[in-house]
């Protein structure tokens, strides 16, 4: 009331409910990428970089490796990296990053980065390029880890599980393949 010069106080306990930073409150779920616009994916790992793109044949969904080698690529593998994108999700929002947080976090030498081309659909090359870029492992909880989006303000922790897509071995894992109607005869040795 008016004119009340009473303090109170309140248990700690409190104050773990309390904002963090700005970004408390803000929704977990990271800008959605949608699979059909993505003209161009990039996963860059330690001693490895992938790149797939869309495969201009006529099969749906084809994608096909660029690097490390030129090949088909594992559609269940892609599909699965796409959908992960698609519903990206924070652990936790961080403080506002400084500079030295960058090294604090590992994301100026970044353990992973998965880059992909976002295309309207206009035909005239890609729209825009975003950027995850996944750092250290937090030391509290190894299952997180930091990470930045580009475009994004604020620096996040998201679960280590949600990763797993992005560690797939891309390549083709087909060897052979042949209609079994055409097959006259086997031999087992």
Known sequence: ADGDDAVLTLPDVFQSALPSNPFAFRDRELPAVQPSNVVKLTIVRPGRTTVLAPSLGDAPNAWRMLEPVAAGADVQAVTAALARL????????????????????????????IRWE????????????????????????PTKHYGTLSDFPAAFTIEAESLFPFMAEFHAT????????????????
Request: glycine share 8%; no cysteine; proline share 7%.
């Open 86 to 113: 698609a519903e990206l999700k924070v652990s936790e929002y961080l403080p506002a990053a400084v500079d030295g947080d960058q090294d604090r976090y590992g994301l100026r030498s970044p353990s992973m980065e």
């Open 118 to 141: 976002v295309s309207s659909g206009s035909g005239s090359g890609p729209d825009s390029v975003k950027s995850l870029r996944i750092g250290a492992p937090v030391k509290e909880d």
């Open 174 to 189: 087909r060897v052979l393949s042949f209609r079994p109607q055409t097959v006259r005869r086997i031999v087992l040795q």
